[in-house]
């Protein structure tokens, strides 16, 4: 018989071979029982009636929660029970959740159900997270963190089985999950550097709201390339990650309806821009906002700040990067 390696042998050879403590591995633990959780319900919840909208009663006439409410629900269970998370941010969450805020060592920011839009069609949606360290040799500095000062991001695409972490210089690693429900193989991803397989991502429906600038960029590369969208960015990114090219959500400035431009972009900061944005770079990739700014590079004035996000291969988002800050 042949095995696979797993991901606890895999995470546990890289602290070691880093001389770091188990307290990292226990956190992730408790992230991938919560996604696997989160999975569990999203396959089976439209059976139980759990999938539906909130304040609503299912066939049994009991109350039913949204899948998002659910998520997060699992994730502050298992955050919770680790007993390594001081605060947590989250999509779901208004406030920033107090955790352990004694004992703990880290800070997580996290999306538990990205792109719910697609959960009524049985379609892929994300669980994002990007992982902080409490400052150990000092008084705490504050909890919200520039994407630079991450030590892990990872992504679960769920309900396909697929797991991305990227470890802070160490690389950027695929898992997928296999009949025990471990999530097994460990494949380094590296963006490719071949143009052959690269693809563009966005909203085609925004285009005429984008700066003309970026319409222009547009006009000038989309015969060059392929044109993937599904929604949900967990899942065009993944595509990005192995194909190549570049997931946009551009601000949106020039919309028929004033009222719905979004100049600071539709995109979180903390835990969906950034956690890309850190596994990209990881993967030999960059990521921008609509100033050409380093999205690690942007320290948040609030949990839940908005961003535009151009992530991708190198080449690419050094061309559109360039047009920004012009
Ligand atoms: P959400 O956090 O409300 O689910 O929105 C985030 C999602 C991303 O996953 C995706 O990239 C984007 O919104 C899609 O937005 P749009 O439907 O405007 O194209
Ligand atoms: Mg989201």
Known sequence: MRFEQTFMNFILQHQERHNRTYHFVILLDA???AAKHIQHYYLTGALKGNVGLAGGVNVQGEDVMRID???QEIT???LGSCGRVIHAVSEETKEII???TEGGRYF?????LDGSSNVSHGLPVGFLFGIAKRNLDGPEDGHLRAGKDYRAAGMFVIPTGTFTLALLDSGTWRFHIDETMNFVKPIQVMLPEHTRSWELSFNEANRCAFAERVQAWIAEKERKYTFRYLGALAGDFHRILSNGGLFMYPAIVNHANPEKNRPKGKLRLMYEAA???????????????????PILEIQPEEPHQRTALYVGSKPLVDDIAQILRG
């Open 108 to 112: 997580v920011y996290f999306d538990p």
């Open 31 to 33: 992230i991938i029982s």
């Open 98 to 100: 107090p955790i352990n």
């Open 275 to 293: 956690v890309v944005a850190f596994i990209c770079r990881e993967a030999g990739g960059d990521a921008v906002d609509e100033a050409g700014t």
């Open 76 to 78: 502050i269970h298992y």
């Open 69 to 71: 409410q659910i998520a």
